[in-house]
Nanobody, 125 residues
Framework: QVQLVESGGGLVQPGGSLRLSCAASGRAFSNYAVGWFRQAPGKEREFVAGISRFGSSSSYADSVKGRFTISRDNAKNTVYLQMNSLKPEATAVYYC??????????????????WGQGTQVTVSS
């Protein structure tokens, strides 16, 4: 079992940057592929970015490609989401999730087994 805690959210102006962290405790984080999802008010939760167990592969939603970067440090049991050039439409609660599947990067919620509680990101002037 793994427990996930997100941090790093906050209020940022359009065009600004934030780095979210997802810290894991329990089972070694290298056993899990990890994804970031977000849910804006009144909308369904959507995939943002995902990374494989050892970081060799990653995937991004089209809306964030070129501006967001997912990375991981398994020695620190942490996955990061660097978000640059933020837009107001990025305002949402951001969740990290861990998948117990053996390999790959997963863009669908149904492949994820463990979820954090979320961190709020607000992009506004």
């Amino acid at each position: 079992q793994v427990q996930l805690v997100e941090s790093g959210g906050g209020l940022v102006q359009p065009g600004g940057s934030l780095r979210l962290s997802c810290a894991a405790s329990g089972r070694a984080f290298s056993n899990y592929a990890v994804g970031w999802f977000r849910q804006a008010p009144g909308k369904e939760r959507e995939f943002v970015a995902g990374i494989s167990r050892f970081g060799s592969s990653s995937s991004y939603a089209d809306s964030v490609k070129g501006r967001f970067t997912i990375s991981r440090d398994n020695a620190k049991n942490t996955v990061y989401l660097q978000m640059n050039s933020l837009k107001p439409e990025a305002t949402a609660v951001y969740y990290c999730a861990a998948s117990e599947r053996a390999s790959g990067v997963f863009t669908s919620e149904r492949w994820y087994d463990h979820w954090g509680q979320g961190t709020q990101v607000t992009v506004s002037s």
